[in-house]
């Protein structure tokens, strides 16, 4: 990137600064005019002189001169508004533009950086860079030419226009000027130096804090939480006492300008007012000029303003360029250009002499040469910082070699396209990373190299679109369409995406993760008109998991929904739905507040016996926690009042107390009603909903279906239809699992994914599993499941090459065995090049090099180098 802020901001700029600059310009002649006319309408209008007999052939008085100048100064005014509102948008969009266009850059650079560069610099300082300090950067943009030319315009034209009334207060107007220009650019040098200062300290600061969240287990593991507080404590004291420092001189600069500009006014009146008494000077001049001094301070403050600005701006991209251009930053061409046809990586891997080094002292590889032949599985091996995994990182091109050559294919990869090992390479690591989306997205991430199918748009949204593409190319970005649909599905030996999901499925089941999808998939919603058939079938599973519980005499592990029974499994709330709630209004969590819900339980008596039951849960609740810590796991664990709203409810059941539920408020009621909507019979032994409270419940459920069936507020629980609120594995169940037995969720989950897969619903399960979000980096996924769906990833871009660093780490030994051996047959006639943790899984390959130091120490196939006193026996042993 340019590391000059100026020459950036003219390098994508340029025209529209000449514009803004134009129109800048045009409007200085009107402003002269309007500081001229006051004084005519002045000295001419109102005092009755010099005002012309005729103006084109018309009669012109003095009242009707006044009104022909007060109207042309509105006017000029309406004039110069309309042009300065033009500027100020055309800068704004100028501003945007130019600041989308830095964090695209800076994106890209980021794009570009060393794999080692990462070690060195954390998500917590890059995201900040690009995001919050690029704005006043930004902001700053459309400023940079057009408001000094536009604010010292201003002063010329106010100077000129004084100089014109008279040169000794012109000469006043401006004593004080080369003080203030001498004096505050080396006042403002220092407050420089203590910003980039600040800079520095706020990104370090920021990435502590970053690693204090990812490490956030390990500090209350080890109670370490004084330790971080005291360092984050020293780190925003270092930053205070720079601002201080800043504050002190940026406010000095401050009262220095004030205090000069507040001095000139004593010139005016002195030196203008006896130029008046003596007749050298009109007293409509002098007015003039005192409005045209009013009106000088703002421009001379605006270009002081500016200046400080600037130098803050520019020290802040020029801190902001530096990060983003560490030393062995990948080609930009490398990455961007891809040739038409992707050659294949049939032929041989050949590095000949391969050093790898990240610092440039010590080198990770030393010397390396070795050859891998086409189709052959290589292991490698090696303990700690081996070699093996650079090895793998110069094989993908995720790093390039220090010296030496590395060829795949009769390519030099120092000098190849990223497209060429990014389409033809597929990789997995210890710990890839897994994006945010789906377990799709994640799985077809390596096919998407570009759009390849636009989405179908009306003519409005193809407009839109037009007009994005136009906007992304202006400001230097992207104009690709990320709504497209980006699948190269021949690159996956597909057709289409009903081929690549097969493909899909087939691979979870190799590396061993179709269970866990299917069972993403039975707990994810459905759309009951976009599948029918699978809503079909789960209501087939949901009759035979009814009559397996019946001949299997399950009843005390599940609680199936039935219309006119209550359950004890729910929450008195949930037994008065008996549904899903489609509208936030109808959420448990808000019922004891909804309007209709309560009218709906008085009309059927039930209101003041629910406040009743509230008011015992209440006092007893009170009465059994009043003395407990506040901090006390009991709150949790036990209790329906929280420890801050302990006080609350004592105070209402003093209420209670001295006069019943009379004594208490409207908002009191709710509180208790929420107690007793919380109630869930299994688990809360009170005592306070009996069997006939029970009955009214279901009587009123009753009601309330009546009342709502047509509201679409509740999707209540029908036997013989499919609940699109619930999840597919809540559907076919139909019930609760008991709280009262131990073991009863996981039995019951057993019990519906088998008679799920009985009735064939396995395939759509899959495929609905598919579509589970995974969470921020896979944080819903396992670390066992984050890699195989990255060893997945790598397997469906069916690429010519396959590079693995370890990613069954996490894995049992037994399922990693299974997995490793399942991807080298599904990898017959490709290349494959393992890194492995452990070193008994090389059995299974063609060809085995150990590394040591950054060296190939031994090679060979696997029976080969295990005899006694081999480096590959003892790391076996």
């Known amino acids: 990137m340019e590391r000059s802020f100026f020459r950036y901001v003219l390098q994508h700029t340029w025209r529209d600064q000449v514009v803004l600059l134009a129109l800048t310009v045009v409007g200085f002649p009107l402003l002269y005019i309007n500081l001229e006319l006051p004084k005519r309408i002045v000295n001419s209008a109102i005092q009755g002189k010099n005002i012309p007999a005729t103006f084109l052939g018309f009669d012109v008085t003095q009242i009707s001169y006044l009104m022909a100048l007060s109207l042309l100064l509105l006017t000029l005014i309406t004039v110069n508004g309309i042009l300065k509102y033009w500027v100020n948008v055309y800068s704004g969009v100028v501003g945007e533009r130019t600041t989308r266009r830095m964090r695209h850059d800076l994106y890209r650079q980021v794009l570009r950086f060393p794999l080692p560069q990462f070690k060195a610099m954390s998500a917590g300082e890059i995201i900040p860079m690009i995001v919050a300090e690029t704005e006043p950067v930004g902001g700053f943009i459309a400023d940079a030419f057009v408001l000094p030319v536009f604010q010292g315009g201003l002063l010329i034209t106010y100077m000129v226009f004084i100089f014109n009334q008279d040169l000794w207060l012109g000469l006043a107007a401006i004593a004080l000027y080369p003080p203030q220009v001498y004096l505050i650019p080396r006042l403002q040098r220092k407050v420089n130096l203590l910003a980039k200062e600040r800079v520095q300290t706020a990104r370090q600061l920021s990435d502590r804090i970053g690693e204090s969240v990812a490490g956030f287990a390990e500090i209350r593991a080890n109670d370490t939480i004084h330790l971080e507080r005291a360092d984050i404590s020293e780190r925003l004291g270092r930053i205070y006492t720079i601002r201080f420092e800043i504050y002190k001189r940026k406010f000095f600069i401050k009262f220095l300008n004030n205090f000069l500009a507040q001095i000139t006014p004593f010139f005016f009146y002195s030196v203008g007012g006896y130029l008046v008494i003596k007749g050298s000077l009109s007293l409509g001049a002098l007015v003039a000029v005192l409005a045209a001094y009013k009106d000088i301070l703002s421009p001379w403050k605006e270009l002081l303003t500016w200046y400080s600005t600037k130098e803050d701006v520019r020290i802040k991209y020029e801190q902001i360029v530096s990060q983003f251009e560490p030393t062995g930053l990948v080609d930009e061409k490398l990455l961007d250009q891809a040739p038409a046809e992707i050659p294949r990586l049939a032929g041989d891997v050949v590095a000949s002499s391969l050093v790898y080094s990240e610092n440039g002292v010590n080198n990770r590889l030393d010397r390396v040469t070795l050859k891998i032949e086409p189709g052959q599985h290589v292991a490698l091996v090696g303990r700690g910082h081996s070699g093996k995994d650079d090895l793998t990182h110069l094989i993908t091109r995720l790093t390039l070699p220090t010296a030496g050559r590395l060829n795949v294919s009769g390519l030099n990869f120092a000098d190849v396209p990223q497209a060429i090992p990014g389409r033809r390479i597929g990789y997995a690591a210890q710990n890839a990373h897994i994006f945010s989306g789906t377990i799709a997205h994640n799985l077809y991430y390596g096919l998407k190299h570009l759009p390849l199918r636009p989405p179908e748009r009306d003519d409005a949204a193809k407009k839109l679109e037009e007009q994005r593409v136009r906007d992304s190319i202006a400001a230097g970005n992207s104009p690709y369409d990320v709504r497209a649909d980006w699948i190269d599905y021949e690159a996956a030996g597909s057709t289409d995406l009903t081929e690549l999901t097969e493909r899909a ?261 899959a495929h609905a599993g598919l579509d589970f979000e995974v969470g921020n980096a896979g944080s819903r996924l396992s670390y066992s499941e984050r890699q195989r769906l990255a060893i997945a990833r790598a397997l469906m871009k069916n690429a010519d090459v396959l590079v693995f660093n370890e990613p069954t780490s996490g894995l049992d030994p037994g399922t990693e065995q299974r997995i490793v051996h399942a991807v080298l047959e599904a990898a017959r006639g490709r290349t494959v090049v393992w890194a492995l943790g452990r070193a008994e899984l090389a059995r299974a390959f063609d060809r085995v090099l150990v590394l040591e130091d950054g060296q190939v120490v031994e090679e060979g196939r696997y029976d080969e180098l295990a005899d006694n006193g081999s480096k590959l026996a003892k790391m076996v042993a």
């Not at 139909?734 to 064939?760: C, H």
């Open 505 to 765: 499925i087939e691979v979870l089941k190799l590396v061993e993760l179709d269970r866990e999808v299917i069972g993403y998939g039975l707990r994810s919603p459905v759309d009951p008109a976009a599948h029918p058939d699978l809503v079909a079938k789960a209501l087939e599973a949901r009759k035979r998991v009814r009559d397996r519980v019946t001949r299997d005499n399950l009843g005390d592990y599940v609680e199936l929904f039935e219309r006119d029974a209550y359950l004890v499994n729910m929450t008195v709330s949930e037994n008065l739905l008996f549904g899903m709630p489609r509208h936030e209004d109808f959420e448990p969590r808000k019922l004891a507040t909804n309007a209709e819900v309560l009218k709906l339980l008085r009309d059927v008596g039930l209101l003041d016996e629910l406040h009743a039951a509230g008011a015992k849960v209440a006092q007893l609740m009170v009465e059994l926690f009043a003395d407990v810590s506040p901090d006390s796991d009991l709150f949790d664990q036990y209790s329906f009042i929280s420890a801050e709203d302990l006080p609350e409810f004592q105070a209402l059941v003093a209420k209670l107390n001295a006069g019943g539920l009379a004594a208490i408020p409207e908002r009191g009621k709710a509180r208790l009603l929420a107690l007793t909507f919380r109630l869930v019979l299994s688990q809360h032994r009170l005592g306070v909903v009996d069997e006939a409270l029970q009955a009214r419940i279901v009587r009123a459920r009753g009601e309330f279906m009546r009342r709502f069936a047509d509201r679409d507020v509740v999707e209540f629980f029908d036997p013989d239809r499919f609940n699109a609120v619930l999840s597919l594995q809540e559907n076919i169940l139909f019930g609760r699992a008991s709280l009262e037995q131990a073991n009863a969720p996981a039995r019951i989950s057993a019990l519906v994914r088998q008679v799920a897969s009985e009735v064939g619903m396995d395939a759509e399960l």
